[in-house]
C-alpha cells in the first residue's frame, strides 16, 4: 500500500509553534502578514523580512516534532511508501523521521541569492530574543541573501510540485492534516485525490471545504489521529 500525506500549519502548531501574532514581545503586531510574507514586502523592506525568518527560525529550532510527525515516519515500517507533500517551510517531518518529504512552499533553513538564484549555506544568528529590522548578508554577485520559500505573489517551484502530483496520483490513500485546503494550488492535490477515485482521509480540527467529500474525516488533532492508523488504512483501501 502506498500513502501519500498532505500536511498545513496545524500539524507544526501541535508542536507549540507560535502563529505571527502570538510573538509575546508584540514586535511584528503592528505590520501585516503580508508584509514579512510576500515578494513585495521583501522587495520595500528586505531588513524588516530578514529579521522576522530569522527569529521564526529561531522558535523552529526550539520546538520538537510531535506524535503526528512520528506517526508518520513511523508508517514507513509499515506500508510500502510513504510520502509527505507539506505546506510548511520548518523542518519538523524530516526531524520526526520521515524520509520523502517534498515542500511545496520551500523551507525556511535554506537560502539562495534574490538576483542570481545560487543557494547559499548561510549561518543565522543565534538570537536570545527578536530583532525588528537585520540586513541580510550579500552574495558574491552583489545580490542579497533571501529564505528559499514561496511568498505571496510568487509561483511553486516546478519540482517539489511536480512529485507531489506523481505522489497523489501513485497513492493508494492521502492523509489530509491540519490544512485549511484553501490554499491553492496546493489545495487541488485532495480533490485530485478524489477525482482519481483514492480513498482520501482528512484529519482536522475544523472542518473545511473538503471534510463532505472526504471518503472519512476525522475531527480531533494529528497526535490523536494518526499514531497506529498504518494498520487501519488497509481496511479503508481493500
Request: aromatic share 8%.
Amino acid at each position: 500500500m502506498r500513502v501519500a500525506v498532505f500536511s498545513g500549519a496545524g500539524i507544526s502548531a501541535e508542536s507549540g509553534i507560535p502563529t505571527f501574532r502570538d510573538d509575546e514581545k508584540g514586535l511584528w503586531s503592528q505590520y501585516d502578514p503580508y508584509e514579512v510574507s510576500s515578494i513585495d514586502g521583501w522587495n520595500r523592506q528586505p531588513e524588516l523580512v530578514w529579521g522576522w525568518y530569522t527569529w521564526r527560525c529561531q522558535l523552529a529550532r526550539r520546538y520538537e516534532p510531535n506524535l503526528g510527525h512520528r506517526a508518520i515516519a513511523d508508517w514507513e515500517n509499515h506500508v510500502d511508501d510513504v510520502t509527505v507533500i507539506t505546506q510548511n517551510v520548518d523542518n519538523l517531518h524530516e526531524r520526526g523521521g520521515s524520509s520523502a518529504v517534498h515542500h511545496l512552499h520551500g523551507r525556511m533553513f535554506t537560502f539562495r541569492c534574490s538576483d542570481c538564484e545560487q543557494p547559499h549555506d548561510t549561518q543565522l544568528p543565534d538570537l536570545p530574543e527578536p530583532v525588528l529590522e537585520i540586513m541580510p548578508p550579500s552574495c558574491e554577485c552583489g545580490g542579497l541573501i533571501r529564505p528559499d520559500v514561496v511568498w505571496f505573489g510568487e509561483q511553486l517551484p516546478d519540482e517539489p510540485w511536480n512529485a507531489a502530483v506523481e505522489a497523489v496520483d501513485a497513492a493508494d490513500v492521502l492523509i489530509v492534516v491540519g490544512t485549511s485546503g484553501v490554499v491553492y494550488p496546493a489545495a487541488s492535490l485532495p480533490e485530485r485525490a478524489l477525482e482519481l477515485g483514492k480513498t482520501v482521509v482528512q484529519v482536522n480540527l475544523e472542518p473545511t471545504p473538503l471534510s463532505e467529500r472526504a471518503t472519512v474525516f476525522l475531527q480531533t488533532s494529528a497526535s490523536a489521529a494518526l499514531p497506529g492508523m498504518a494498520q487501519r488504512l488497509r481496511f479503508l483501501v481493500d
